[in-house]
């Protein structure tokens, strides 16, 4: 893959359309891009991936809300100053499909509607648009080339590069970097496939076990059914029973009752009724009574009754008139008018008496006081009593004579119904005919409650058991299921077991030749950039992609028995490494590394070489990598990336943000004179004004396809694509 054109539009500190070409072509593979800290190197490299990858560029398996508040932390903050906000990222890469090369176009564009952001993805195919219905084929077929996880492994920040190894997935990136580019990842899907199809398998019982379980199951479904039977047996005796007592018990209700016996319930319901009655009358007299003491007198004096309520009103008026005309003297009023500010003292006077005589004039009750008579000598609270009996007398021929009417009525239909219930009670059976009824009535009663629990308790173990009875069926239905199954499954099971052992010998044969290469290529170039003599001189990838280096070292049989003994010997073998322990075993043990972990373990002596010989082996002692200095780690990293690259023959992009960050002057030239112009056909390097400048410049410039100038306007807060590199480069 080949990423030819990146175009940036109001996205990150780039304002308006900034487009960079990114073609090479022959022996020119490289793209210098030069910009200080800030300027948006960073940003360009994450529009990159942005536009292939979409939400997974930020690890989302899908749009959701933090990956709309990320792109919104994105796009430029001028674009929210146009009425139609709009951003976009837009890639053109170079594509091998069928054999051939073809050019895509991918388009990640983001728009506000309604103060919602919306995104709008798009892919031409050789300018032709591709259809919705092909975008995720595009995009499956996108990351089956470059994943998302192994596109970080070619970008390379020398900044940090130096942590590569301090953090536990770097064998994860390697493997997918190795398993991917070399198209080994199929096998391994095969193999994780099968492997899972065996472990499901793994799980289950062997045909003959789960014949035993069918049959088990099979009795168990047998005596379910059987106990049920006997269950429904019971419940038709019972039901029998039931009906049987229920008849006689009815049989015996209508022969007391034709003989005019009650029986306990309508004794008791009779003797409700006539409480009922016995209550309504009650209170029905209560009512009239209360009015008889209360309201009756008031009612035959009626109209004096009207005559007194207007009498007290006019008392009432009077004694409000002589009270305002206390309060509000014409002295009252001038003491107030005479503190107020600004006050006319001379007109004060007259103008208080005028004010009193106005309130005491609207005061005034409408009647001559001259000719009035106060009669009453009433208190407020007696007063407002007789108004209020005055009132209810006045009302009484509209409320309260009706409901005394009907209240009279129903005390007398309470005292006819009252009168009727206690002579039925009266003309009852004898007490003794009534007993006799009443104990045998209650033997009944007792023998259908019996009845009736003892089949209700039937009934529900019958219900349980039918649960049972169709759980069992359906757990014999599988199990049948399951045994024909087994018979068919064997063969298959026994088909993907061998397929996966297959896969696996497949994977370990050709892994094992890539990691030769990779050993020998790393080794390779890591000599020739750091140009330290025998500073490391193997390079080993274990089963799990881990990376360990050694240098020749030679030790005595004794110091392997010591080391042995002190650092255990898992220690030692990871010290001596692959291709020490070969060594070894093949010095003192004929090659069995097996029969070499049992002699350093004192168990056996060989005829061979005794350790107490105390004979020189030249063998290998490993280097920590935290033990390299952060310039020989990203030397050694950059080497580690040319030999996985150069072993895959794919042909993919690789870019390095401040490629000198850890690197001295002594590697510089080394790393710019063999291994930019050959790491990659494609080198995209993002460089400050303070590395690659100068002779190092002058080193890669037949290699240069393109030179641009990322330069940021502080005032402006934008990013401006300049062509060319920095003017003043510092040797």
Partial sequence: ?????????????????????????????????????????????????????????????????????????????????????????????????????????????????????????????????????????????????????????????????????????????????????????????????????????????????????????????????????????????????????????????????????????????????????????????????????????????KDLAAVAYKQLKDERAVRQYHTICDLLDAQTIQDVLEQQPNCDTAQVPALAQAISNGIAKKALPSFPLESFTSIHDLSQEQESQVISDIVRTQHFAEVDAPQLIKAIAEKKKASQKYDEISKKIREALPSVDAAAYFERVRFLTERIAAYEDSLESVENQIAELEATITDQKALVERLRKALFAKAKDRTAHEFTARISQVMQRMISDVTQEKFHQIESLALEMFNKIIRKENFVQLIELDDNFNVNLYKKQTYTTHELLLLANNIGLDALEKRLGSAGLKEAAHLLTNDSIDELRRYFSGKIVTDQISFQDDIELPLYNRVELNQLSKGEKQVFILSLYWAIIKTSNQAVPFIIDTPFARIDTEHREQISALFFPNISGQVIILSTDEEVVGSYRAIIQPHIAHEYLLEYNVEQGCTSVQPGYFKEAKA
């Fill in 1 to 301: 893959m080949k990423i030819n054109r990146v175009t940036l539009y109001n996205f990150s500190s780039y304002v308006g359309e900034n487009t960079i070409a990114l073609d090479t072509h022959g022996e020119q593979n490289i793209i210098l891009i030069g910009g200080n800290n800030g300027a948006g190197k960073t940003s360009f490299f994450t529009a990159i991936k942005l536009a292939l990858y979409g939400p997974q560029c930020f690890r989302f398996q899908d749009k959701n809300n933090r990956y709309t508040a990320r792109i919104k932390e994105l796009i430029n903050h001028d674009a929210f100053l146009s009425n139609n906000v709009k951003s976009y990222v837009e890639v053109e890469i170079d594509l091998p499909t069928d054999r051939v090369h073809t050019l895509y176009t991918i388009r990640r564009e983001w728009s506000f509607i309604e103060k919602r952001l919306h995104e709008t993805y798009s892919v031409y195919k050789d300018q032709q648009l591709l259809a919705n219905k092909n975008l995720d084929f595009f995009q499956n077929y996108l990351f089956s080339v470059i994943p998302p996880n192994l596109f970080d492994f070619f970008f390379f920040d020398g900044e940090e590069i130096g942590d590569f190894f301090a953090t536990g997935n770097y064998s994860n990136y390697i493997k997918n970097a190795v398993l991917t580019l070399s198209g080994y990842d199929t096998f391994n899907i095969i193999q994780k496939f099968c492997d899972s199809y065996i472990g499901d398998e793994e799980g289950n019982e062997d045909y003959d076990q789960v014949a035993k379980l069918v049959e088990h199951e099979e009795a168990n479904l047998s005596a379910y059914t059987t106990r049920n039977s006997a269950l429904e047996s019971q419940k038709q005796q019972l039901t029998a029973q039931l009906v049987s007592a229920q008849e006689e018990k009815e049989s015996l209700d209508h022969q007391f009752s034709r003989s005019g016996g009650l029986t306990a319930q309508e004794q008791e319901r009779l003797e409700t009724q006539r409480a009922t009655q016995e209550r309504v009358k009650g209170d029905k007299a209560k009512r009239i009574r209360e009015f008889v003491e209360s309201m009756m007198p008031l009612y035959i004096t």
